[in-house]
């Protein structure tokens, strides 16, 4: 069941609510019993296999828990870690069959000219960030940082609909507290800040996302086909796909915010503008926050912490605030980027496009903090280097988003060739029979097309120049929403020429009310066109 359907926001969204403020005022237990049962009717809508393949995976972390949890209180840390790695080692090879056994199969065939074919897998939804949180959980119950819990608490953390199908990734010690101290009882401010969030989330992705999806896929639909893309083409297809997953996945993280909120729920927050970094660690910092969180606390630190030991038991210097040694740049920041990033990628999809996606940002970040440790003080002077950065970062992350697009590696390499220009320039011929003294030369130069019709093209340059608008001059959702906390943690902020803007900080007022109508009109109006989340399928 899709956030942006007509069965979810008139049917099942508001049956979800009345029953659980209808049963608020009886049992508090009751009210988040029925959430439970409510998240998996959500989940088994699409598909009811889906349910039966989930549910023992959450009873055998269930149980692996509680065997940590006594193993820790035993005093027993060599049982507690060896079930700790059981548990870690059954959720991979969980994951691993379900997403990437055909991708084996496939790379296995690519290298040894076989021809197995494995029948075909039925994929649960949102399995990589299921997953992910319920190792998050089995860690940090070992850790110690999760004292107690119950059936019901666990089914609730790893089950809550408005996070089940893609994110965001949550703790458990983060998630509880908020549900137990939770009234279960219908208050106006969540249900005003709640509304906001998801109608605002609703608009980028029906409206923003949706619109830019059909002309961007054509030009990758060319490339998928073996066709050349020219130069003007090929960055349009980069950008306009960077925007559409931004408006994609950032309005999904404003819809589930703002369902959980109406249950008093506030989740982590996962987007801060990235589109705006200035870096690509900076980028990474504001995209796909938790995720970001999550492969530094359980990927990164543990295993740079690692190679550090070994390195300082064998007398090798390691990262200090002078300029490092090439030896200990490679084994302590390089090499750890590198495997971070390589599961990052490996982690979206099972594709070798995702594996490059993933070895890209591990290279530039890499290269940014290797610019941060050498580079001369005055090179880092943030007046100067913040619009270069802004620049470098963003024309990175449009490149890099190819390879994550592309159907196939070929078809991301034509679409690379042609943004350095390999293919050509081509115009429209509208554009091209006005450029006067330009035709001549540009004839002679070697051209090809892989955009629509004059119109494809005026349409895809008009979303472009809107959404770059949006996404780089305009506050974000939990900006506009700060006063009221729209996700947890988030404050207002001091700085910001929006700050200054009484009329752009959301309060319950008329004029609010009647935008927040229009942008939920426009929102549901298009609810009838072809539409699916990006991110469902990692």
């Known amino acids: 069941m899709l956030f942006n359907s007509y069965e979810f926001i008139f049917g099942f969204l508001p049956l979800t609510l009345a029953g659980f403020f209808l049963l608020g005022r009886v049992s508090r237990g009751w009210a988040l019993s029925w959430t439970i049962l409510a998240s998996l009717f959500f989940y088994a809508w699409w598909r009811p296999i889906n349910v039966l393949i989930i549910a023992p995976s959450i009873m055998v972390n269930f149980v692996l828990a509680r065997a940590l949890q006594h193993l820790g209180k035993s005093g027993r840390p060599a049982a507690a870690r060896a079930v700790l790695l059981l548990g870690i080692a059954f959720n991979v090879a969980f994951l691993g069959y379900f997403k990437y056994a055909n991708f084996a199969v496939g790379a296995a065939n690519d290298v040894f000219g076989t021809g197995y ?49 893609a994110g965001p990734i949550v703790h458990y010690r983060e998630m509880m507290p908020q549900f137990h101290r939770a009234t279960c009882r219908l208050d106006q401010e969540n249900v005003a800040v709640g509304l906001t969030l998801f109608m605002f989330g609703l608009f980028k992705k029906v409206y923003l996302a949706d619109s830019l999806s059909p002309l ?112 200990s740049f490679a084994v302590l920041l390089f090499l ?39 580079a001369p003080r005055a090179w880092r002077d943030a007046r100067i280097m913040g619009p270069v950065g802004f620049l470098l970062t963003f024309v990175s992350v449009a490149a890099a988003m190819v390879l994550f697009r592309a159907s196939t590696v070929p078809a991301a390499g034509r679409l690379l060739a042609g943004m350095l220009g390999r293919h050509g320039i081509a115009l429209p011929g509208p554009y091209f029979d006005r450029l006067g003294p330009l035709q001549s030369w540009l004839s002679r130069a070697d051209t090809a097309t892989a955009l629509g019709d004059f119109s494809d093209f005026k349409m895809l340059t008009v979303w472009i120049v809107v959404g770059l608008g949006i996404a780089l001059c305009l506050p974000n959702t939990l900006q506009v929403l700060s006063a009221y906390e729209p996700a947890l943690g988030v404050r207002p902020e001091s700085r910001g020429w929006w700050t200054k803007v009484r009329a752009l900080s959301w309060q319950p007022s008329p004029a609010w009310a009647l935008l927040t109508s229009a942008i939920a009109a426009i929102g549901v109006l298009h609810l009838s066109g072809q539409s699916e989340f990006l991110y469902w399928q990692f």
Not at 135 to 157: K, M, N, P, T
Not at 345 to 352: E, I, K, Q
Not at 354 to 361: C, M, P, S, T, Y
Request: glycine residues 12%; charged residues 10%; hydrophobic residues 50%.
């Open 117 to 165: 074919v494995l029948s075909r897998i039925v994929l649960p939804l949102g399995i990589s960030f299921i997953t992910f949180q319920k190792i998050a959980f089995l860690i940090d119950v070992h850790a110690g940082r999760v004292e107690s819990f119950r059936l019901q608490d666990y089914c609730l953390f790893v089950l809550f609909f408005p996070q089940l199908i």
């Open 216 to 327: 961007v896929g054509g030009i990758y639909g060319h490339a998928a086909q073996g066709e050349a893309v020219s130069l003007l083409p090929a960055w349009m297809a980069a950008v306009g796909f960077t925007l559409q997953i931004y408006f994609d996945f950032s309005g999904y993280t404003d819809m589930a915010l703002g369902i959980a909120r109406f249950f008093g729920i506030r989740f982590p927050p996962n987007f801060n503008s990235p589109l705006k970094a200035t870096s690509i660690i900076d980028f990474w910092l504001r995209w796909h926050m938790t995720l970001t969180r999550f492969l530094t606390a359980y990927i990164y630190n543990p295993l740079a912490l690692a190679l550090t030991r070994r390195r300082a038991a064998q007398g090798l210097p390691g990262l200090g605030p002078r300029r490092p040694t090439v030896g």
């Open 336 to 374: 750890p980027t590198i495997i971070t990033m390589l599961v990052s990628g490996v982690w979206h999809g099972a594709g070798y496009g995702f594996i490059l996606w993933g070895l890209v940002h591990g290279l530039l970040l890499v290269i940014n903090h290797g610019w941060r440790m050498g």
